[in-house]
């Protein structure tokens, strides 16, 4: 059974008889369904004609990257990490005095998540429901000028060139396999396919959490959400009863740390930090170091994003790897890339332009509640084969769950199924 069928049930069970044939190239596409009777005609088309109007702005290939100040090409040598530990000027800031003043969240049930992520995909769902209801409502025929059309239209939902050619051949066979004639029909099994495909990544979305120290690093272009995912992570591994450490290996940006350290706060939470433009190696040396000797279960280390220097980067992506790995040999446990679900196919740039320069273990897609793009997650595991892990929907510290195929698959279609 496909994801389709477990989440909404069996709903056309028409099939077409082994010795019928039809030719699906080329019939007539009417508003109504045709088998069984009893649908209003009217009823029918004034659905498969509603168009809600959403209009996006097209998008361009290149990678969103926030401007900043002047990159230095060369990379800061950390002092050779020695027996003795850490180096002394990276000082530690601990707050745990700071703990009874610190957010404690209520447990959330599971129709407040649920909610929760179908407030997020309303404009998402909106928006992909009024392309698909405004290309059918401009089609009296499934030919061959109806299935160009249509890998245009997914196209432009963000659904991206590779997927929507293969789901466009797909829906050829499956539009037949399935006799669908209808305006309705035919959204269902465009619906179908899509979910179907999606639940078939095999890609795990659980967090690789370890018995001991569990170190995940947040990697990601400036602004997309990776230090407030990390404030929202340690509040939640806070609540669960986690001792959890931050690095705030940000050290290029100005005020990167201070905001950190303000996330830190709010949930109780210790955390290591260096001097401004300071190695961030260092800073991570520092904290895997502490997070060892006082045995923390998670460090959540926060890193600077800038893509624009991709040797740079890579540089500084690896030194820290490679200082956590003389540590602990298998950490870090995660590399979470976060993406900013707003930039649509920019952030499918991203990711392929990340993974490149790091060996990425899933995805956090963030800003999912302000977006009309968010089924660029349907893309983004296929393309990339890389799970997507955690969803950021919204901006408080409450607003990050685990990713649930169900739950999303639910919200991004609730208006069309
Ligand atoms: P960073 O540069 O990657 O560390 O990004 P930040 O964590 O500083 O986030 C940039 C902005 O995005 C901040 O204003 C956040 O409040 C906002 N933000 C982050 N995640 C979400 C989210 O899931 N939803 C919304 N609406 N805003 C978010
Ligand atoms: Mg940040």
């Known amino acids: 059974m496909g994801l389709f069928d477990k989440i909404f049930g ?65 990379v800061a040598e950390t002092p050779e990490v020695s027996e ?13 005095e700071t703990a009874e003043a610190a957010e404690v969240a209520p447990v959330e049930t599971a129709q407040a998540i649920e909610a929760k992520y179908e407030k997020s995909l309303k404009k998402t769902s909106r928006s992909f429901g009024a392309r698909l209801n405004e290309f059918l409502s401009n089609f009296r025929s499934v030919d ?38 209808s305006k309705e029909a035919i959204k269902h ?50 609540n669960e009863g ?10 290029f940006r100005a005020g990167a740390t201070d905001q950190l350290v303000e996330w830190a706060h709010r949930s109780g939470v210790d955390i290591v930090v260096g001097k401004e433009k300071s190695d961030p190696a260092s800073v991570v040396f520092d904290a895997v170091k502490r997070a060892q000797v006082e045995g923390f279960d998670i460090l959540l280390i926060d890193t ?33 890339l976060a993406l900013d679900a707003t930039t649509g196919q920019n952030a499918i740039s991203q990711a392929k332009e ?20 968010g089924g660029i997650i349907l893309t983004i595991q296929q393309i990339l084969q890389i799970p997507v ?11 990050l769950e685990d990713f649930d195929e169900v739950l999303f698959v639910r919200g991004l279609f609730q208006d069309l199924i």
Do not use: W, Y
């Open 304 to 336: 600077a994003g800038r893509l624009q220097n991709k040797d740079h980067l890579m540089k500084e992506l690896e030194k820290m790897a490679k200082i956590i790995k003389r540590e602990l040999p298998n950490a870090p446990h995660e590399t979470l």
């Open 389 to 399: 892990k955690l969803v950021g929907l919204g901006e408080g510290i409450q607003d």
């Open 189 to 238: 099994v465009i619906i179908e396919k899509m979910v179907d495909n999606f639940g078939e990544s095999g890609l795990d979305p659980q967090l690789n959490l370890q018995d001991g120290l569990t170190v995940m690093m947040f990697v990601g272009v400036n602004g997309v959400g990776k230090t407030t995912t990390i404030g929202k992570l340690a509040n939640r591994f806070k």
């Open 10 to 74: 069996k709903k056309i069970e028409k099939k077409i008889e082994d010795n019928q044939t039809a030719d699906i190239f080329s019939f007539e596409l009417s508003d109504v369904e045709p088998e069984p009777a009893g649908t209003d005609e009217s009823e029918a088309k004034a659905e498969a004609d509603e168009v809600v109007a959403v209009v996006e702005s097209s998008e361009t290939d290149t990678v969103a990257v926030t401007p900043e100040s002047p990159v230095c090409d060369t």
């Open 144 to 181: 061959e000028a109806f299935f160009e059309d249509l890998e245009d239209t997914l196209i432009m939902s963000d659904v991206g060139v590779d997927v929507a050619t293969q789901l466009t051949d797909d829906l050829r066979h499956e539009v037949k396999l399935q006799n669908a004639k």
């Open 354 to 373: 990340f993974s490149n320069v790091t060996p990425l273990t899933g995805i956090v897609l963030t800003k999912l509640d302000g977006s009309a793009k």
């Open 242 to 251: 986690e001792k959890v450490l931050l690095a705030a290996a940000d050290t």
């Open 84 to 96: 003795a530990g850490a180096a002394p000027e990276h000082h530690v800031a601990a707050t745990s």
